[in-house]
Nanobody
Framework: VHLQASGGGLVQPGGSLRLSCAAS????????MGWFRQAPGKEREFVAS????????SYADSVKGRFTISRDGAQNTVTLQMNSLKPEDTAVYYC????????????WGQGTQVTVSS
């Protein structure tokens, strides 16, 4: 399984960014895909997840109403649309994949830097 994240960058507070994760190496039926982030000096934290089959989503409280996660089965991509960005959203963002029936994420992509600053 290979996960390739892209779309990070520098944005002003209140702006938007769209992160993409291209997933390859197998079919992802019954898997769950997620986005995590890690800010300098902090532990990695959960941001959002989506189930591949039904598209069921889950969000951290800190991003609810601002971020939207989605998946495209035809393109094998997972997207994180980030709106109303705040300086505290600054972090390296990682996409991850969890096998069916697994209790934790099994595969991780390389990070993409998101910086929110004026």
């Amino acid at each position: 399984v290979h996960l390739q994240a892209s779309g990070g960058g520098l944005v002003q507070p209140g702006g938007s960014l769209r992160l993409s994760c291209a997933a390859s190496g197998r079919t992802f039926t019954n898997w769950k895909m997620g986005w995590f982030r890690q800010a300098p000096g902090k532990e990695r934290e959960f941001v959002a997840s989506v189930t591949w089959n039904l598209g069921t989503t889950s969000y951290a409280d800190s991003v609810k109403g601002r971020f939207t996660i989605s998946r495209d089965g035809a393109q094998n991509t997972v997207t994180l649309q980030m709106n109303s960005l705040k300086p505290e959203d600054t972090a390296v963002y990682y996409c991850a994949a969890q096998r069916a029936m697994a209790s934790s994420y099994n595969y991780w992509g390389q990070g993409t830097q998101v910086t929110v600053s004026s």
